[in-house]
Nanobody, 131 residues
Framework: QVQLVESGGGLVQPGGSLRLSCAAS????????IGWFRQAPGKEREAVSC???????????DYADSVKGRFTISRDNAKNTVYLQMNSLKPEDTAVYYC?????????????????????WGQGTLVTVSS
């Protein structure tokens, strides 16, 4: 069964940190760009970060302006997992966080950012930033 499973969410105080994990089963993430997205209550889903395949000629990571300098995306192909380290969390970071994978290795982060080629989504993990 092809699936992505997010974990690591929870309740954290402003200024705190969390590390989210996105573990894949049933398929390999090795040659795929992977994206993190989030959806806050009453708001549309937005792209947060993306990481290209390590084998990509133009290896890249990118971030939404709202999280630059605070969030770091990484991947461990040996564990078939992508991570999102979130530091200096703010109340406005409160949302359900999802990871997603495309249907093809040709999908770049620029494609994922506009939801192009996305095929597999995780169930989401809730991050609540509150004092």
């Amino acid at each position: 069964q092809v699936q992505l499973v997010e974990s690591g969410g929870g309740l954290v105080q402003p200024g705190g940190s969390l590390r989210l994990s996105c573990a894949a089963s049933g398929f390999s993430l090795d040659y795929l760009s992977i994206g993190w997205f989030r959806q806050a209550p009453g708001k549309e889903r937005e792209a947060v970060s993306c990481i290209s395949a390590l084998s990509s000629v133009d290896f890249t990571t990118d971030y939404a302006d709202s999280v630059k300098g605070r969030f770091t995306i990484s991947r461990d192909n040996a564990k078939n997992t992508v991570y999102l380290q979130m530091n200096s969390l703010k109340p406005e970071d409160t949302a359900v966080y999802y990871c997603a994978a495309p249907s093809t290795p040709v999908a770049a982060c620029a494609d994922l950012r506009i939801y192009k080629y996305l095929e597999v989504w995780g169930q989401g993990t809730l991050v609540t930033v509150s004092s």
